[in-house]
């Protein structure tokens, strides 16, 4: 990338969005751990922004800012715990105030400065702060206040070092985007060339002098995820690009077909199709635990692709779709460990095949606006998400056939009654739940004792958050009756009314 602005990340619930707004505004923006962050190895480096965080900057082990802010050209914008950083590291004096700020506040103008510019002098913005700046440090100007913050704002008098006390990357700061979009272009100097044509461009460079005469294979499940890297490597490499789908037998009803279908016969892929059921299921037998799951899976995804290159004798490369959002779930110095994603820490150590991971800087919804500018239909790329390890995550506890057969006949059924209700495009995932749970219940004038089934719908936009689908009770209760009429093995259906966070958006 030749510009880009890096974000360091101070534990703010906030700092994924911070990037994810700049891109959008047409700047490439990255994610840093201060630790990690060394500013005379970041070619390209226009700006900083200090994030939010939940430290005090005064505690012992509060987190530092790890370069000398004075004597260096690049503009620092420091945003909630990042403003406070800057005042108290050039001597400024942070407090603990008794009258707290979280929620909708309306600031005041108070200075002509570079990030309000054009904008009103009265707005509001979203604060969650408990601290505040009380001394300015030397040579800094208060910008703005708020009725219980007289610093809602600050700047430097001749550097281009800025403060704000507020979030402007949530969507309440009524200006949240101009003042972002103010430093990044006025102040920064960038030019808004973030695009996925830009991207595909910049991929193409890096990937073709990497692989030069070499050989790579994918790992191709139909999702979004892995068609998007199936498209783009076929768009760089033509003949030195294989998929290849591995059918563990862990899919969505009909899944396979559809992309033997799509992939082989509509795009003229060379695809290789291997039947592994038994093999995945034999080696899942009797495993409970999710991590365990993941891992078995993804070894033996792996084992799998290695087979396939005694037949393919030039291949080197493994490509996969592992996301951002995977990264920073899989744990990270600025994540603690939530899940191993299949694609992050499923992987055997002692693996053959050079890593490529094309989109594990791009967010869900970048990865479908790629899929879409490389040609992909709308069908593929809208597709809500699905987990590399499949169905396996969706039965809590040990994996059966007929586990396997009652979730994916009632994911099936939630797939067409969401279409035919018209939901699918307003619900960002849905899908089905099976528990070990079985319950008394009665079919006909008989007694069943069969499992407790999950419904799970969301809506979000990358998933790093996401909110229960607020679905209407008398669809809920049509499809609950479908469920349990047609799907032999449960008896109760339930909804899952659980927002992310605290729950994640798969149960295992």
């Given at each position: 990338m030749n510009e880009k602005i890096v974000v360091l990340d101070y534990g703010s619930q906030y700092n994924q969005l911070i990037v994810r707004r700049i891109r959008e505004l047409g700047v490439y923006a990255e994610l840093k751990h201060p630790t990690e962050f060394n500013i005379n190895e970041e070619l390209g480096l226009k700006g900083i922004i200090l994030s939010g965080g939940p430290h005090s900057v005064y505690e012992t082990e509060a987190p530092k800012l790890g370069f000398d802010l004075l004597n260096i050209s690049i503009p620092v914008l420091g945003i909630c715990y990042g403003m406070q950083l800057i005042s108290h590291t050039l001597g400024g004096i942070v407090v603990t105030h008794d009258k707290k700020e979280y929620g909708?506040?309306?600031?005041?103008?108070l200075h002509e400065n570079p990030l309000t510019k054009d904008l009103p002098n009265h707005f509001d913005v979203w604060m969650s702060h408990g601290d505040q700046v009380k001394v300015l440090p030397k040579d800094f100007i208060g910008v703005a206040k708020s009725f219980h913050t007289p610093y809602a704002m600050m700047m430097h008098s001749r550097k281009h070092i800025y403060g704000i006390q507020?979030?402007?990357?949530?969507?309440h700061t009524t200006y949240?985007?101009?003042?972002?979009?103010r430093f990044i272009t006025d102040i920064c100097g960038c030019e808004?060339?973030?695009s996925m044509s830009y991207f595909i461009e910049q991929k193409t460079k890096e990937i073709k002098d990497l692989v030069q005469d070499g050989h790579v294979i994918c790992a191709?499940?139909?999702?979004?995820?892995?068609?998007?890297?199936?498209?783009?490597?076929?768009?760089?490499?033509?003949?030195?690009?294989?998929?290849?789908?591995?059918?563990?037998?862990?899919l969505r009803k009909d899944e396979a077909k559809d992309v033997d279908d799509t992939f082989k016969h509509q795009f003229k892929m060379n695809l290789i199709t291997v039947d592994a059921k038994e093999r995945f299921l034999s080696k899942l037998k009797g495993v409970s635990d999710p991590e365990e799951k993941r891992k078995i899976i993804g070894t033996e995804f792996i084992r799998v692709f290695e087979e396939q290159v005694k037949s393919l004798s030039d291949a080197q490369f493994l490509a996969q779709g592992t996301l951002y959002t995977d990264v920073i779930e899989s744990g990270t110095k600025t994540a603690k460990t939530i899940k191993s994603h299949h694609n992050v820490g499923g992987l055997p150590k002692d693996m053959k095949l050079?890593?490529?991971e094309p989109l594990n800087t791009l967010f869900k919804d970048e990865v479908r606006a790629l899929g879409l500018e490389l040609g992909l239909?709308?069908?593929?790329v809208r597709r809500q998400p699905f987990p590399g390890p499949g169905l396996a995550i969706r039965i809590l506890g040990d994996i059966t056939e007929e586990k396997i057969k009652i979730v994916s006949e009632s994911d099936a059924i939630l797939r067409e009654e969401f279409v035919k209700f018209g939901l699918d495009h307003l619900i960002w995932q849905y899908f089905t739940v099976l528990t070990p749970i079985k319950t008394v219940g009665v079919m006909g004038d008989n007694r069943s004792y069969d499992y407790v089934l999950v419904i799970r719908a969301v809506t979000s936009v990358d998933g790093m958050t996401a909110d229960f689908a607020q679905i209407p009770y008398h669809m809920l209760q049509h499809i609950s009756n479908r469920m349990t009429n047609e799907v032999r093995g449960i008896n109760r259906v339930v909804y899952d009314i659980t927002s992310k966070p605290p729950a994640t958006i798969e149960w295992e």
């Open positions: 909708l506040t309306n600031i005041d103008i507020f979030h402007p990357e949530v969507r949240g985007n101009d003042i972002l979009d808004k060339t973030w191709l499940s139909g999702g979004v995820d892995s068609s998007v890297v199936a498209a783009l490597l076929n768009h760089i490499l033509k003949d030195q690009f294989t998929p290849i789908f591995v059918d563990h037998g862990l050079i890593l490529i239909p709308e069908r593929i």
